[in-house]
């Protein structure tokens, strides 16, 4: 849908794609049940996009956020808002998350292309 709008528009948009890092280390050492906190708590800090924004668990340990009318610049401005908010939450275990952005149309004119771009870049 945003892939229309922008083509409607002619406004770029971003994909960003986060991956929690460490994520089965955090369920070997202290269980599932917090894995699955761990995850929640990232989910928290996405909440607070904004409301033309969408946020969703992509897979695992992986998010994904839509970022409409977004440039690079600003997307990764977001990008590492995010990160600090999610390192420097003051809960235990302490996580961190990998984070891969690609930029409609700049990056590819396919879901699937800008998917491949943020994840190349969000495993480096």
Known sequence: MEIKRSERTAREFALLLFDV????????RYGHLIGSHALCRVAD????CRDIDT???YGGDEFAVILPETN???ANQVA???CDSIANDGMEPLISVSI?????PHDGERIE???????????R
């Open 21 to 28: 890092d460490g994520l089965k280390q955090i369920n070997d």
């Open 55 to 57: 946020a969703a668990r």
């Open 100 to 104: 891969g952005v690609a930029v409609y």
């Open 80 to 82: 590492q808002r995010i």
């Open 113 to 123: 292309a800008l998917l491949r771009k943020a994840d190349v870049l969000c495993t």
């Open 45 to 48: 800090v996405l909440s607070f």
């Open 72 to 74: 690079s610049e600003a």
